[in-house]
């Protein structure tokens, strides 16, 4: 098993929920931000949405350092077959709510894990989309509206932390990966890398 220190393992995002998630492994990793454009395409489903983006961020990082270990990651959330993105404002925040209260909404998790380490420098990439399942309580409008002013967060899909006090909103999570409603399922990823010989508790 490689020694942990000469492996240059990359996080290609700027969020700072995921590199949170990241550094629990405890194992040593760098960000570096992918620039893509996540425009959905034309009657493609959400998991086929999450799918892509996350390889594509991966790929984007690994086209730029094609000797690291890259992983990428995307979400998107849907109801009713509707997709919900991040809200970026109070007021769309507040309609996203109104809208998902009492309601099960499904959040695609998808992860890429890209591996250039070997000899022919092909890219090898592993991918998996973790499903979760959120249902929300059925909250009046002023309570929605306190929450989103103490905890704002606009830059979350479907408006609420589940890790912080957006969990209050939440009636019941159904999910095979706890964290990957936060943004990074963990569980995928392990696996993944012990795929790929990067295990934990090294002694070397």
């Known amino acids: 098993m490689p020694s942990l220190s000469k492996i240059d393992l990359i996080l290609a995002s700027s969020s700072p929920y995921r590199k949170e998630l990241l550094s629990r492994l405890k194992l040593p990793f760098r960000v570096l931000a992918s620039d893509i454009d996540e425009t959905p395409i034309m009657g493609e489903s959400a998991e086929s949405i999450a799918l892509r983006l996350a390889q594509q961020k991966a790929l984007f990082v690994s086209n730029k350092i094609p000797e690291a270990v890259v992983i990428g990651s995307d979400q998107v959330a849907t109801l009713g077959g509707e997709l919900i993105g991040k809200p970026g404002s109070h007021a769309t925040a507040l309609q996203?709510?109104?809208?998902?209260?009492?309601?099960?909404?499904?959040?695609?998790?998808?992860?890429?894990?890209?591996?250039?380490?070997?000899?022919?420098?092909?890219?090898?990439?592993?991918?998996?989309?973790?499903?979760?399942?959120?249902?929300?309580?059925?909250?009046?409008?002023?309570?929605?509206?306190?929450?989103?002013?103490?905890?704002?967060?606009?830059?979350?899909?479907?408006?609420?932390?589940?890790?912080?006090?957006?969990?209050?909103?939440?009636?019941?999570?159904?999910?095979?990966?706890?964290?990957?409603?936060?943004?990074?399922?963990?569980?995928?990823?392990?696996?993944?890398?012990?795929?790929?010989?990067?295990?934990?508790?090294?002694?070397n």
């Open 96 to 203: 996203q709510l109104q809208k998902m209260r009492g309601k099960r909404v499904t959040f695609h998790t998808a992860i890429c894990v890209l591996d250039g380490r070997i000899n022919d420098k092909k890219q090898v990439a592993q991918i998996q989309n973790v499903q979760t399942f959120v249902t929300f309580r059925t909250l009046p409008d002023h309570e929605l509206d306190a929450y989103l002013k103490a905890e704002k967060p606009y830059d979350c899909a479907g408006s609420a932390k589940n890790e912080g006090l957006g969990i209050i909103l939440i009636e019941k999570i159904e999910s095979t990966d706890p964290t990957a409603l936060t943004g990074l399922p963990l569980i995928a990823l392990t696996t993944m890398l012990r795929n790929i010989g990067i295990g934990f508790f090294n002694s």
